[in-house]
């Protein structure tokens, strides 16, 4: 049987590191919840414009939602389980869930780039951003934009690698959210094909980061020898805790967030 251990800090914390992580975790819900909220938002406002790239845009904007709820549900899961029936704590149903929503959303982007590419063939296709319209559209849409920036503000104050990565995908969202709007407002305005043609690039940007997002969890699945610098760091913690005790090297494993020993 192996004994698992947390790739993290001792769980002794004071009083400044339990605010800290108290702050940390307000900001990851406070993170999430606005996810929520302003992908629905996006995504009314997209429908009702009947801009493609609008719509692709807010298919990408999907992923920090989903990501958001995987890693919310495992870790309730993983509260109240006895390590001695589960020493692994349950660990792959993160990454299982992942790639299986990823397969889902992957199969949307490709649904919405055949759609965007026979649109360019064969154009029949009508905006509805006339008058006041075009208006609350672009406001809800910078709206959205605008909170974003706050969010990844937000999260960058924080030295936590998990928001770091929060802050990283609403920066992401930033920026596409410009490219959907502005190829909305263009194709409206000017060149119909332009709307087609950015949510062409914007699916294949969400079917890459979605396949990304499966190659990672695929490894993670997978167990993987610890990295050689956790190794050394083992191996001496194990040699120096009792003179009589001889190491050559302990086997370790990586699953999906933790190290495990392995006899």
């Known amino acids: 049987m ?19 992580k108290r702050k940390i975790r307000t900001a990851v819900w406070v993170s999430n919840l606005a996810n929520v909220v302003l992908c629905a938002a996006k ?16 298919v990408d904007n999907l992923l920090n939602v989903v990501s958001g709820f995987i890693l919310w549900s495992t870790a309730i899961s993983l509260q109240k389980l006895d390590p001695r029936t589960y020493p692994a704590r349950k660990e792959r149903i ?25 649109a360019l063939v064969a154009p029949e296709y009508s905006f509805f951003l006339q008058g006041n319209r075009m208006k609350w559209v672009v406001g809800i849409v910078v709206f959205v934009t605008f909170v974003k920036s706050l969010l990844a503000n937000y999260c960058k104050a924080f030295r936590n690698e ?5 802050a ?21 305005r000017s060149a119909w094909w332009v709307d087609h043609t950015g949510a062409i690039l914007l699916s294949l940007y969400t079917m890459r980061l979605w396949c990304v997002k499966v190659l990672e969890n695929v490894n993670s699945l997978v167990e993987q020898t610890a990295p050689p610098d956790y190794l050394q760091k083992l ?3 194990c040699s120096n805790h009792h003179e009589d005790v001889r190491v050559v090297r302990p086997p370790a494993l990586r699953i999906p967030s933790r190290f495990r020993l392995m006899n």
């Open 235 to 237: 191996t001496h913690l």
């Open 162 to 166: 998990l928001l770091k990565a929060y």
């Open 2 to 20: 192996g004994i698992a251990i947390d790739g993290g800090l001792f769980s002794d914390m004071n009083s400044q590191e339990v605010a800290e």
């Open 168 to 188: 990283q995908d609403h920066v992401y969202d930033i920026i596409i959210n410009i490219i959907g709007l502005g190829a909305a407002i263009i194709g409206h």
């Open 43 to 58: 995504g009314y406002v997209s429908l009702r414009s009947g801009s493609v790239a609008l719509i692709a845009s807010t």
């Open 94 to 118: 993160r990454p299982v869930g992942v790639v299986s929503v990823a397969s889902v959303m992957a199969t949307i982007g490709l649904q919405s780039l055949i759609g965007s590419c026979g």
